[in-house]
């Protein structure tokens, strides 16, 4: 019986330890949660950008993906291979792009690849989060689908 009674307690014990919550800062108060900020995507207009990551799946080295925020309807770019210029829309943290023009010049298999999924990315972009140099563009569902880096 005595074996039961250590059991009872141990549980008891991991129950408490698991809603204690967070603990509070030094000075009492609770600690903060840290998420950026919605972003203004109007202050992008005039900035450039390069790619980082693409679906999760990286960029191939020293090949240059752009994305320059022309005004607050349009960008433009260099998707790898081929320049492109498209309709955007800028609206607080929400975002679009699309339709593109691109030139239409062929590259090694592996360029046009990144390139496909790089317009396909930006075309199902819907919202963005700025953290510092960093500009993620994520889905309808949150889910980021690239990451750039600003360029100076």
Same mark, same amino acid.
């Given at each position: ?6 059991? @009872? ?6 129950? =408490? %330890? $698991? +809603?204690?919550?967070?603990? &509070? /800062?030094?000075?009492?108060? #609770? ?39 022309? @005004? ?6 260099? =998707? %790898? $291979? +081929?320049?492109?210029?498209? &309709? /955007?829309?800028?609206?607080? #943290? ?59």
């Amino acid at each position: 019986m005595h074996h039961a009674a250590t059991i @009872a307690a141990i549980a008891l014990v991991l129950v =408490a %330890g $698991c +809603n204690a919550g967070p603990k &509070a /800062a030094p000075g009492g108060a #609770a600690p903060a949660m840290t998420q950026a900020p919605a972003a203004d995507l109007t202050s992008l207009v005039g900035s450039l950008w390069l790619a980082e990551d693409i679906g999760g799946g990286g960029v191939i080295d020293n090949l240059q993906t752009k994305l320059q925020f022309v @005004a607050t309807d349009r960008v433009a770019g260099h =998707a %790898g $291979c +081929n320049s492109f210029n498209g &309709a /955007a829309t800028l609206s607080g #943290a929400a975002l679009s792009f699309g339709p593109f023009a691109t030139t239409r010049m062929m590259c090694a298999p592996a360029v046009m690849d990144q390139e496909g999924k790089f317009i396909r990315a930006l075309e199902s972009a819907r919202t963005a989060r700025l953290e510092n140099d960093l500009l993620i563009l994520m889905d309808e569902s949150g889910t980021p689908v690239l990451r750039f880096s600003r360029m100076p």
